[in-house]
């Protein structure tokens, strides 16, 4: 069976530090990643999408970076934390691009003090 | 441009009764809609999907009613149950080509024992 992991769980960080979440999936080839981040009240906003290793589809201008150095890694990065980048962190993957389920990881709580 | 909204925030039912969770949406090319359950600090699971060439899909104790021409969807959950506490997320795409979900802002329901 496929799962997801993400990692750390919970992260409090400075403005202006430097950030690295990462996202793994296990039992699936070449799957779609996401990235989406949940402020407060607010839905899920989607961030970055990967088709493959090495592609990636930005959504939202931001501080953020995404990078998928390996078929089922997809990291989130930043070079300097601003206070709004603070939120809950979803990594997700699904088979198809499109209309598909996505599949959720349990996601980083993050705070930027 | 919230495209899906979930104009309720939250929703108290007591055990047993019929939650019924709405969803609205604005953009007509909208075919493709998905529920999700989130608890706190995890992400979100799949509850059910539902194609815009039904307008009722079921699985178990959950049903997706689909009103095209109104452009809204319902969640009726029967009967609930405490263990159904939790925020619910509606999220659309259009399959013509597009990639991805758009979330609503979720509702969170309260079953009461």
């Known amino acids: 069976s496929q799962t997801i992991h993400q990692w750390p769980a919970t992260l409090v960080q400075p403005v202006g530090s430097p950030l690295s979440l990462e996202c793994t999936v296990e039992?699936?080839?070449?799957?779609?990643l996401y990235w989406y981040r949940q402020a407060a009240g607010r839905g899920l906003q989607l961030l970055f999408y990967s088709v493959g290793i090495g592609q990636i589809s930005s959504e939202v201008p931001q501080n953020l970076s995404a990078s998928r150095p390996q078929d089922r890694q997809f990291i989130l990065s930043s070079k300097k934390l601003l206070l709004s980048d603070s939120g809950f962190y979803l990594c997700a993957w699904s088979v198809l691009l499109g209309v598909d389920t996505q599949y959720f990881g349990p996601g980083t709580r993050l705070t930027v003090l | 441009d919230q495209q899906v909204k979930q104009n309720s925030p939250s929703l108290s039912v007591q055990e047993g009764r019929i939650s019924i969770l709405n969803c609205d949406y604005t953009?007509?090319?909208?075919?493709?809609f998905l529920w999700y359950k989130k608890y706190p600090a995890e992400g979100p699971t799949f509850l059910i999907s539902i194609s815009s060439i039904k307008d009722k899909n079921e699985d178990g104790r959950f049903t997706v009613f689909l009103n095209k021409s109104a452009k809204h969807l319902s969640l009726h959950i029967v009967p609930s149950q405490p263990g159904d506490s939790a925020v619910y997320f509606c999220a659309a795409s259009a399959t013509s080509g597009t990639y991805k979900y758009i979330f609503g802002t979720g509702t969170r329901l309260k079953v009461l024992a």
């Open positions: 039992g699936t080839s070449n799957p779609n």
């Open positions: 953009n007509s090319m909208f075919d493709y």
